[in-house]
């Protein structure tokens, strides 16, 4: 994959969360979930298939909660949302401020300070703990820790 890819596909991950891929580990987890379920007498054997059924079709992180949805501790978090929208001001910050910049230096005949990069950074450090809590309780969500 080359920088570009890589760039675009964490964009993507960073934008809509919900639309990441769903691994063979995840559907594993899910379908220990629906084990959980079943066997608590949460849900019925037909209800478990109908669930599985849509596990194996699952392509991304919101089919598979669709395949959860109505099983206890199954509810959706804001923290996807919050890191897509967050994640969007930043860039969208991030873009103005560097065609500013360009275009004092441009117009105003010499080198100005990089005064941008404090909203690269700070904005930037604070997209990655989002990332790095969201992703920590959705690990967690399928991993049937959160009830």
Do not use: H
Not at 28 to 55: C, H, S
Not at 71 to 85: I, Y
Not at 115 to 130: I, N, P, Q, S
Request: aromatic share 8%; net charge positive; proline share 3%.
């Amino acid at each position: 994959m080359s920088g570009s890819e890589n760039a675009g596909m964490l964009l993507r991950r960073l934008l809509s969360p919900e639309r990441t891929p769903v691994t063979q580990a995840e559907r594993r987890a899910a379908d220990g979930w629906i084990d959980r379920a079943k066997f608590g007498g949460k849900i019925t054997e037909g209800q478990a298939e109908e669930r599985r059924a849509r596990l194996a079709t699952a392509k991304t992180r919101a089919d598979l909660r669709v395949a959860l949805t109505g099983l206890p501790g199954a509810e959706a978090t804001t923290l996807p949302r919050l890191l897509s929208v967050v994640t969007l001001v930043w860039l969208g910050a991030c873009l103005v401020q560097i065609a500013v910049w360009l275009m004092i230096v441009l117009f105003g005949g010499g080198f100005a300070e990089l005064w941008w990069l404090w909203t690269v950074v700070v904005g930037g450090a604070v997209v990655g703990v989002l990332w790095s809590l969201a992703e920590g309780q959705y690990r967690a969500w399928v991993a049937g820790d959160l009830r």
